[in-house]
């Protein structure tokens, strides 16, 4: 009994390969960590190189122990002639795979670590089947989600609406009118707002479909659901769960006992924007940023160029080597040279939250993916909306129709966001009191959730390690 009361608490940390999983749950281990938890943190073999290639300025394959946090990796199962760009193909593959070399991984760190087996295993809901393999290997299984409470309401509660006939075995909306509520206080999402919803492809919209009924047996199985959210800015969807555990938002800690370098990017984070920041005036600047997938036609683009330097005010702006539709942008004729003067500063990938927390940004154009909009929520940055896809467009509504610190980027009968739309819409919303007014109360109340000791996601998350403490 001696040994076993010796054994230290070991979380095993899976991702689904991208961006915007990869980084919440970076901030969870990096937070788990630094309460004296060792965590390892298992990326697919292309993901985890270009982690360390952006963070350590090194492309070697090899784990990484970064304090209590070990970076390490599995092999996504594919050939080198695949596309691994082909996120179906991806998941495919990892169904397959992802079973048997995760089992030996854990075995491995399991002989390697006999003080310190795996006693825990935090799964994102993509990749469910993660859970069969915890049971297996007698570990605690866990899941995280790094979407909304309303996002996981939603897809939990699909079978309900299927059997309901509000959807099709699609996943399309079939009532009129073309609606979803589960509340009054959440609000609805359109026919074509669903997290699963791609209207120009209804093949594609039937495989997201069939991965959110996955989804739906993951969240079934899960005694517990860890969510990137905080209790006052979302009660009555968290409420909708009594499995769900708020603990965001889920921010880079200030000085973490872990690897300050750490933070799951998959680019090199140009900080030379911080020194141009620091050169503008208070709540002056446009920062522009859509996230790591969304791509436009070279004509938006141009639109957007234009209707940043229609607005007058300095902006910095996020540009991507694949954000023209996977090709490198290019500018209107003597746009560069405009902007050279200091109106405009251009960078392929920022540390977003110094940015969103610095007094010179007046204001966050956007994707709204989940991430993004926590990190302006808790920074109290006003929003100009401009979603892409999946959860985008219900995070839209959430922030312009239900916290009120937010306006719409609305395209013309074409689908294009004019220049003078952006112009007019950045115009509106940095002149707008109430908006900021707004924005800095749901800041106070993010960081009361997560800073205070009577904050409800610092209570759940203590009450989580405490839990990990005893596994």
Known sequence: MASLKAKKPHVLAVPFPA??????????????????????????????????????????????????????????????????????????????????????????????????????????????????????MGAEPIVFTPASAAGLALVLHIPELVEGRNLDVNGTVVTKPETISLSSNIPAWGKDELSWSFPVDLGMQKILFECSLDAVKTGNQAKSILCNTFYDLESTACDLNSRLLPIGPLLNPSHSKSSSNYSGSFRTQDESCLAWLNSKPAASVIYVSFGSIAVFSQQQLDELALGLELSGRPFLWIVRSDIANGARAEYPTGFLERIGCGIGKI???????????????????????????????????????????????????????????????????????????????????????????NALKMKELALKSSGSEEGSSLKNFEKFVDHLKKL
């Open 19 to 136: 961006q915007g999983h990869v980084t919440p749950l970076t901030k969870l281990s990096r937070r788990i960590a630094d309460r004296g938890i060792k965590v390892t943190f298992v990326n697919i073999h292309n993901i985890h190189s270009k982690i360390l290639e952006s963070t350590f300025v090194s492309s070697e394959n090899q784990d990484h122990n970064t304090n209590n946090i070990v970076l390490t990796s599995i092999p996504d199962g594919l050939s080198s002639e695949d596309d691994r760009n082909d996120v179906f193909k991806l998941i495919e593959s990892l169904r397959g795979t992802m079973a048997d070399s995760l089992t030996d991984l854990i075995g491995r760190i399991n002989r390697e670590n006999v003080e310190e087996p795996v006693s825990c295993i935090i799964a994102d809901i993509t990749v469910g089947w993660v859970l069969e393999i915890a049971e297996k």
């Open 347 to 437: 960078v392929e990938w920022a540390p977003q939250e110094k940015v969103l927390s610095h007094s010179s940004v007046a204001c966050f154009l956007t994707h709204c993916g989940w991430n993004s909009t926590m990190e302006g929520v808790s920074m109290g940055v006003p929003f100009l909306c401009w979603p892409y896809f999946a959860d985008q467009f219900h995070n839209q509504n959430y922030v312009c129709d239900k916290w009120k610190i937010g306006l719409r980027i609305c395209a013309d009968e074409n689908g294009i966001r004019s220049r003078y739309e952006i112009k007019n819409k950045i115009q509106m919303v940095t002149g707008d009191v109430d908006l900021r007014s």
